[in-house]
Structure formats: structure tokens, C-alpha cells
């Protein structure tokens, strides 16, 4: 082809079926996004206003599709800027992309005003592959290897382009030595394990009594055959958060998240197995896991390093989990003793007893949990869900009901805050005409996602459906964290780390264009989120919420008590709320009735 590296860099992505890239120009990638232009919309370029959020975008787009996310930024604060996103990437097994800018050629080594060391920079969040283009010829094998890397070990990788050599004429690689003839094209393979493995594990299965079951990230697509199998062994199916869209909430089988947000009946699942089936999941916490010797394991995972990790399997199975499922399937034994499936069902149905108290009882001015119990109900039935890191995500956690065909995500193994609102855009790309709802703290949209409000705003006519709801729990407070340090350490509230200012977000909202609507009181919520649903156009919805409901873990153990208790009698600047709010949620699980 004639053209610039730049022009080719475009036309290679898009023969790679690259047709979006979120980003943020600067001058060290001005040849790329001069191709961009020259490309006449072959890539759509999505603006985000800020690097960091860009990646997320990108590691949303790969989430959300099963794409390649790709991103864009220039040389320096640009290219450190994609850091955290691409990190939230990498943790996730995310297949993303970062393409950036560096320096002229010459003047590298020479303390160049914007000239960071990226490839070193860079080794952490892309070392599956990362590297500097040193001439156009070796563009076209630098791009191939980094999308092939990408997508078929589900890694970040990213490509370096110096700017002067983003505007050289493209040349193909000469037919001589020391040169390199890539192509592309990718074919996903069939991963399943050897028939005497498989065998061992439905040995391992066939022999428990109480089989409990944790579905991870790497199930999202083996729905049909994880409901086949639990049905079979009589399961019960606890789910990690990123997991959460791997099975439907109203299976009464279905036991919910698990871990420091999760659920009690996933609790007691764990606690009272005698065997463990993991599908590909990374669930970081062994202590919510059965303890070592108490159940036989098998674990199913593409990534040979994340087997055994967590809990000593006794049968580790390297597949795709769907394929692997199906391969397992016929060798498993229908066990017709159902008093196992019996107890999960009803520590399940207790439990949804005890969320539908716990969201109605009566905070000051807004239980949390209300406004999620509320929205469950409401979502359409292809819609999909993000949330925030910090005490939003217990509500999503718990308190939202998955139904089959939606999807849900966020920011899992980095757990970083400011990823929601850049997970919801990204979504609505690649799904306009779907629903998209937003769960968000204050501290989140103070940080970053306040200004992304703008990318919707710059964006959201676009669309093919406008239903796009921010919803914001604004507390004044960065809550989880400060939970964290009342239970975990036993101190009370600091104020100078943990109160925020209070800030119209609703009013900002309305002043670029989209609807706000604000709610206090309790009995407004169903109608607002009714009311967004129904809207014209892209809604925040500010809830004024209590930051003095507790977040209260699956099982409190007594180390935690005695912390918290510590905390009241050092006096907590919130102590008063705090003991009310406890008391009430506590009771409410165990008072008929009680509000």
C-alpha cells in the first residue's frame, strides 16, 4: 500500500476487525490521528477526557464484546495516563490494545521535554508484548504479533511509535535477511482437557455428596452447560463479581456473590461442601473458600497459572470452560439424593428474606440498598449493568438481580475506583440500542467520572435507544474505606481522608444537556428510576444516601467485632447513626418484620 506508517497502522487495524478506539490526541500520535481522519470513519475515534479513562473504555469494549479494545494516547503524561486503566485490563485477562506516541528518534536518550522510558514503563501492564518501532518496515510485524498476543492469550499489549516515524511513507519489509513477514488473522481454538482427565474429575464429582459450585469470568459463556451441570450433581452456584452475569438470579439454586460483598447462603455453601468445582474464576480470598482438607477440588481455567491458586485441587483441567463443560457432561452421575440442593434452596429463599428487610429498612435520608432493590425489578431485560469500587459495589453485589441475557461488570482484580462511568460508555457503543445503568459513588465521580458525563454528553445522540442512567450515592463520604477502618482496623471515622464535599451532581447533569433528577426521600425512588428510564435522553440520578448503613459482610467473625467495638468506644464522629443503622440492619435479619 502507499501511505504513511501511520495510514498503514490504520488500514492493518482495521483488516484485524478493529472498528473502535477510544483515546485522547496529543502531538507525539499526531500521524496515527491524521490517519484516522484520512480513513473516512473506517475506525470510529471516541473521544474520552481523560487517558485513564480511555483504557477502561477499552478494557469495557473487550468485556462487553469479546473484542480487541484498543486505545490511543500520545507521548509522556499520555502514555502514563493509560496506566491504571490498562492494569484493570490486565488483571481481568482483558485483550486490549494501547497504542502510543513517543518521541522523535533523534532526540531519544537527550532528556526531551515529554520523552519518558515507556518501554520500561510499560513492561508491567503489557509484558506479554510490548515494544518500539524503530522503522516502518517493522510496524506490520510489531502490530500483528501485539493484536494476535492480545486476543489469543487475553493480555494487554502496546506498540511505541515514535512521532517523526508516524509520517515516514510506509514501505513493506524487503525479501532479505534479517527482515519479517508477518500476516494476520487469528482462529480461536478448542481447549479441552485429554478424556482420562476429564474422567478424573467426573470421578471427583460423582463422589460428592454436597457439590458447590464458583462461576468466574471464564463462565460468562458456558451458561447453558453450568445450569446443566449443577442440575445434575445437585449443585449449588455461587458467583464471583465478575461472574455475576454467568447465571440468572432466579434459579433458587443460585446462592449469589461470594466474599467480603457476597451473600450468607454463598457463605454457608462454602463452609458445608464436600467437594469444589471452580470455572474460571480468579476469586482472590482463600479464607471465604472451604478450608484446606475440608472439600476435594477440580478447577477448570484457561490460564495454567491461576489453577490450584486459590484452593489444592485435586484435578486441575486447562480448557474453555463451555467446551470443557460439555466434554465433562456425559460422564457425570444424576445423583438423585436432593437434600443438599434441599438446604442451599432454602438458605437462599432466607436470604432473599433477609435482603428485601435490610433494603426496607428506614435510613437518613436513603438506605443504599433500597435504591439498587428498587432497580432490579425495573431493568430491562437486556440491559446492562456497571458498577463503582467502594460500598456501591455491595449493593450491586447483592441487592441486583441478574436475569438471563443481561450483563454486568466492573473493575475486579485492581478494584480501582472511577471505572463505572467509562464501563457504561464503552457498553453503549457497543450495544447502543441496550439499556446501560451506571452505579456510582460520590468519591468515583468527584475523581474522574464527573467530567466523562461530558463524553455522554458529546456523544449520546448517536445512539440508537438514549437509555443511559448514572446513578450516584452521595454520602459525603468515602465509605467502603471508611467501614474498612472502623471494622478491619478498629478506628473510628477519620474525617480529613473520609469526608468529601457535597456536590450537586444532578445540576451539573442538566447543565450539559442531560436530564438530572434528584431524590431524598425514600418513597421517590422507584418513580425516578421509572422516570429515567422513560426519558428522552441520558439521566443522572443523585441519591441522597446514608453513609451509616453498614456494608456488613456474609459472616461477622469476631475479630471484626472487637474492632468495631473498639471504634465506638474511641468515639466515632458518626457514632450516633452508625449504632442505629447496625442495629437495625442486624435485626432486621433476625426480627419479623422489623424496619
Known amino acids: 500500500m502507499t501511505g504513511t506508517v501511520g495510514d498503514f497502522l490504520v488500514e492493518r487495524l482495521y483488516q484485524w476487525g478493529v472498528r473502535r478506539i477510544f483515546g485522547y490526541p496529543g ?5 496515527v490521528f491524521g490517519a484516522l481522519s484520512r480513513a473516512n470513519g473506517k475506525i470510529e475515534f471516541i473521544q474520552a477526557r481523560h487517558e485513564e479513562m480511555a483504557a477502561f473504555m477499552a478494557s469495557a469494549h473487550a468485556k462487553f464484546t469479546g473484542e480487541l479494545g484498543v486505545c490511543i494516547a500520545t507521548s509522556g503524561p499520555g502514555a502514563s495516563h493509560l496506566l491504571t486503566g490498562l492494569s484493570d485490563a490486565r488483571m481481568d485477562h482483558q485483550p486490549v490494545l494501547a497504542i502510543v506516541g513517543q518521541q522523535a528518534r533523534a532526540a531519544l536518550g537527550g532528556h526531551y521535554q515529554q520523552e519518558l522510558d515507556l518501554l520500561s514503563m510499560f513492561k508491567d501492564v503489557a509484558g506479554a508484548f510490548v515494544q518500539q518501532a524503530s522503522t516502518p518496515e517493522q510496524v506490520r510485524h510489531l502490530l500483528d504479533r501485539a493484536v494476535r498476543t492480545a486476543v489469543g492469550e487475553r493480555r494487554v499489549t502496546a506498540i511505541i511509535l515514535p512521532n517523526d516515524l508516524q509520517d515516514l ?3 513493506e519489509p524487503p525479501r532479505a535477511h534479517g527482515t519479517v513477514h508477518s500476516g494476520i488473522g487469528y482462529s480461536k481454538p478448542k481447549v479441552v482437557p485429554f478424556g482420562e482427565d476429564l474422567q478424573r474429575a467426573a470421578d471427583v464429582l460423582n463422589a460428592g455428596r454436597k457439590v458447590a459450585i464458583l462461576v468466574g469470568a471464564g463462565a460468562l459463556q458456558a451458561t447453558e452447560q453450568v445450569i446443566a451441570l449443577a442440575e445434575k450433581l445437585g449443585a449449588g452456584v455461587a458467583k464471583a463479581l465478575l461472574g455475576k452475569a454467568v447465571l440468572p438470579d432466579d ?13 450468607e447462603p454463598s457463605y454457608q455453601l462454602m463452609n458445608e461442601c464436600d467437594t469444589l468445582l471452580m470455572i474460571g474464576s480468579g476469586f482472590p480470598y482463600a479464607e471465604f473458600l472451604p478450608k484446606e482438607g475440608q472439600a476435594r477440588g477440580v478447577q477448570i481455567d484457561l490460564q495454567p497459572d491461576m489453577l490450584s491458586l486459590r484452593y489444592p485441587m485435586e484435578v486441575n483441567l486447562v480448557g474453555d470452560a463451555a467446551q470443557t463443560l460439555h466434554a465433562l457432561l456425559p460422564l457425570l452421575e444424576h445423583k438423585a439424593d436432593r437434600r443438599w440442593r434441599d438446604k442451599v434452596e432454602s438458605w437462599r429463599a432466607h436470604w432473599d428474606k433477609t435482603l428485601e428487610k435490610r433494603a426496607l429498612v428506614k435510613a437518613e435520608p436513603i438506605n443504599p440498598q433500597r435504591v439498587v432493590y428498587e432497580l432490579s425489578p425495573r431493568l430491562p431485560d437486556n440491559a446492562i449493568i456497571s458498577s463503582d469500587s467502594g460500598s456501591c ?5 447483592r441487592d441486583l438481580q441478574i436475569r438471563q441475557g443481561m450483563q454486568c461488570s466492573l473493575s475486579g482484580g485492581l478494584a480501582s475506583m472511577g471505572a463505572a462511568v467509562p464501563y457504561a460508555i464503552a457498553a453503549k457503543f457497543a ?11 460520590d468519591g468515583a465521580m468527584q475523581m474522574s467520572n464527573l467530567a466523562e458525563l461530558i463524553t455522554v454528553a458529546k456523544y449520546w445522540q448517536q445512539w440508537d435507544n438514549p437509555q443511559w442512567i448514572c446513578a450516584v450515592f452521595n454520602n459525603e463520604d468515602l465509605n467502603q474505606v471508611t467501614w474498612e477502618q472502623r471494622v478491619m482496623e478498629g478506628d473510628p471515622k477519620f474525617e480529613a481522608s473520609q469526608s468529601i464535599p457535597d456536590v450537586p451532581y444532578h445540576l451539573f447533569a442538566i447543565s450539559i444537556g442531560l436530564q438530572g433528577i434528584y431524590v431524598e426521600r425514600e418513597e421517590d425512588i422507584a418513580d425516578a428510576w421509572e422516570r429515567a428510564l422513560a426519558a428522552d435522553r441520558p439521566v443522572l440520578i443523585e441519591f441522597k444516601t446514608d453513609p451509616n448503613v453498614p456494608p456488613l459482610p456474609p459472616h461477622i467473625k469476631l475479630e471484626q467485632a472487637k474492632k468495631f467495638a473498639s471504634t465506638l468506644l474511641q ?4 457514632q450516633a447513626g452508625v449504632i442505629v443503622q447496625t442495629a437495625k440492619q442486624v435485626l432486621s435479619s433476625v426480627l419479623p418484620g422489623k424496619k
Open 27 to 31: 502531538d507525539g500520535i499526531n500521524g
Open 169 to 171: 511513507p510506509y514501505s
Open 251 to 263: 434459579l433458587p439454586w443460585v446462592t449469589g456473590s461470594i466474599g467480603l460483598l457476597g451473600t
Open 393 to 397: 459495589a455491595n449493593w450491586f453485589a
Open 431 to 441: 450495544h447502543p440500542q441496550r439499556a446501560v445503568v451506571a452505579l456510582v459513588g
Open 571 to 574: 468515639g466515632d464522629p458518626n
